[in-house]
């Protein structure tokens, strides 16, 4: 598949071309094993590997790109830190612009009580003659992002081509405040009732994110309530695109269909019109590829895993008070 670079090149530093250059190259790397994983068995995972979780065969990158571009909603699972997820989102916005589409840009990393700001940005930059990166540093900015937090530059390069091709780039996650409030039962939310099944499953996602501690009730319930929050505005955000629809940036935790973004969509037609991507680390001591979290998700797009450290070791446990 052709690597698609910004259109209007004069706009763009030599520093940011570098970088797309040497991003692309190192997808087009993935996307070549991803082709020859057309051919693994299930005990083959392989990093550019792309697995069709409902019909549970590998498929091509241009099959998988076939599916992306016919879909209004597409939401790419991440885990943040992992540069080559980052390298793979890039890839789809780059095939989504070749093939004519204008959606909108929804990002996690932004908190919609910043939206106002972030638009007028970008109302106040269109014609300007700032490159991309400029104007993705702007929109940052204008959004609060933190910098800090979400490991800035590495979502740049996508809010620059997003800028460059004149997209809307739009905030998708509630605000820490607010979900802080909900936490705490100061602000109250009106969510679908839940199955004890499903919310089971909120809860051990909670466990599992405070790394296997026990969690009194009052606290769960509190965590999940406002991690639905969460996925309640960013369905809520996905919905309020237009008929160009949108591409969610976001941990792969927010885009599983039976318990995340998906669930609170509030018309009919929006869940088939979604494809839910989780871009998933390769595991060396897992081989077989229904040994991996499938569920909730369309795809799975295997990639390399980033050396971290483990939080659970590194660092003190920290459970939040509630008031």
Request: with cysteine; glycine share 6%.
């Amino acid at each position: 598949m052709p690597v698609i670079l910004y259109d209007n090149d004069s706009h763009l530093d030599r520093k940011l071309k570098f970088r797309m250059q040497f991003i692309s190259s190192r997808f087009c790397t993935l996307a070549s094993i991803g082709l020859l994983c057309s051919q693994l068995t299930l005990a083959q995972v392989a990093p550019g590997q792309i697995w069709d979780i409902h019909a549970q065969q590998t498929i091509s990158l241009e099959a998988a790109m076939a599916r992306l571009q016919a879909s209004r909603y597409v939401l790419l699972g991440e885990k943040h830190d992992n540069e080559i997820h980052h390298a793979l989102q890039l890839q789809v916005l780059q095939s989504l612009h070749q093939g004519g589409r204008k959606p909108t840009l929804l990002m996690e990393q932004f908190d919609t009580e910043h939206q106002a700001a972030l638009h007028a940005a970008q109302t106040a930059a269109a014609g300007s003659t700032k490159d991309a990166t400029a104007q993705a540093e702007r929109l940052a900015d204008a959004g609060q992002l933190n910098r800090k937090g979400w490991r800035w530059p590495m979502y740049r390069d996508l809010i620059a081509f997003a800028t460059a091709q004149r997209w809307p780039v739009a905030a998708a996650n509630l605000s820490r405040a607010e979900a802080r409030d909900i936490f705490k039962g100061s602000k109250t939310v009106t969510l679908p009732t839940a199955s004890p099944a499903l919310f089971a499953k909120w809860e051990a996602d909670m466990v599992a994110g405070h790394c296997g501690q026990a969690l009194p009730a009052n606290m769960v319930t509190g965590l999940v309530t406002a991690q639905r929050a969460r996925d309640a505005t960013m369905a809520a955000a996905l919905e309020a695109t237009g008929p160009q629809g949108a591409v969610l940036i976001a941990g792969a935790g927010h885009v599983r269909r039976e318990r995340a973004a998906p669930l609170y969509f509030q018309q009919a037609s929006s869940n088939p019109a979604t494809i839910t991507i989780a871009f998933t680390e390769v595991d060396p001591g897992i081989t077989q590829t229904k040994d991996y979290d499938q569920e909730g998700f369309d795809l799975l797009w295997f990639t390399p895993a980033q050396t971290r450290e483990d939080p659970c070791a590194v660092m003190p446990l920290q459970v939040p008070a509630k008031q």
